[in-house]
Structures are given as structure tokens and as C-alpha cells.
């Protein structure tokens, strides 16, 4: 079994930062992907950001350049810089976690994220 543990959300002002963290852990045997969901209240989930093992990147059009996804290979984390905050961030993100031969997905609890106007 694969945990995530996801930390580093809260309230923020419109146009601050913040900065979210997933540490994994377990029996993991090859990371495929790790990326970064979120959801807000009444709306589906939505992928924010996606890092590859090779380090590809990719981002929703609503983030792009002013999010930033990054991996500690080492420590098996990934982290969601966010700046420039808007109200529309406002979500529960969540931290998925893709893994060995028959890429199964987990996924961390949640945090939340909250942007003031």
C-alpha cells in the first residue's frame, strides 16, 4: 500500500502564495506521475498540474504561470508552489499518486485551500 500525506494549505489573501506538499510512502515500486487535483464546493474534480517521472510537466490553462509543480525524488514529495491566488482556487486539493506496472492511482485526504477576495 501507498500513503500520502499532504500538507501546507489554508487561507490566503487574493494574490498571495502558497506552497502544498506530498510526501509518499509505503511500498511504492516506480512512480509513473504524481499530480495535484482539486475540487471546489459543487464542481468536479479537475487536474491542476501533472510531473512525470522524466520531469514533464503539465498545467491546466487556469494555473499556467502561476503554479509550479515539483518532485523531491529522494523524499518521493511533490509540491504545488501557487502564487497569485484568486478567489477561483478556492478548492480541496488533492495529491494523486501514479504507480508501478499496472499504474494504479492513490490519492492523499485532501487540503484546503482558501483565497479571499
Known amino acids: 500500500q501507498v500513503q500520502l500525506v499532504e500538507s501546507g494549505g489554508g487561507l490566503v489573501q487574493a494574490g498571495g502564495s502558497l506552497r502544498l506538499s506530498c510526501a509518499a510512502s509505503?511500498?511504492?515500486?516506480?512512480?509513473?506521475?504524481m499530480a495535484w487535483y482539486r475540487q471546489a464546493p459543487g464542481k468536479q474534480r479537475e487536474l491542476v498540474a501533472t510531473?512525470?517521472?522524466?520531469?514533464?510537466?503539465n498545467y491546466a490553462d487556469s494555473v499556467k504561470g502561476r503554479f509550479t509543480i515539483s518532485r523531491d525524488n529522494a523524499k518521493n514529495t511533490v509540491y504545488l508552489q501557487m502564487n497569485s491566488l484568486k478567489p477561483e482556487d478556492t478548492a480541496v486539493y488533492y495529491c494523486?499518486?501514479?504507480?508501478?506496472?499496472?499504474?494504479?492511482?492513490?490519492w492523499g485526504q485532501g487540503t484546503q485551500v482558501t483565497v479571499s477576495s
Open positions: 494523486n499518486l501514479n504507480e508501478g506496472v499496472y499504474y494504479r492511482d492513490y
Open positions: 509505503g511500498s511504492i515500486f516506480r512512480i509513473n506521475t
Open positions: 510531473i512525470r517521472a522524466s520531469g514533464k510537466t
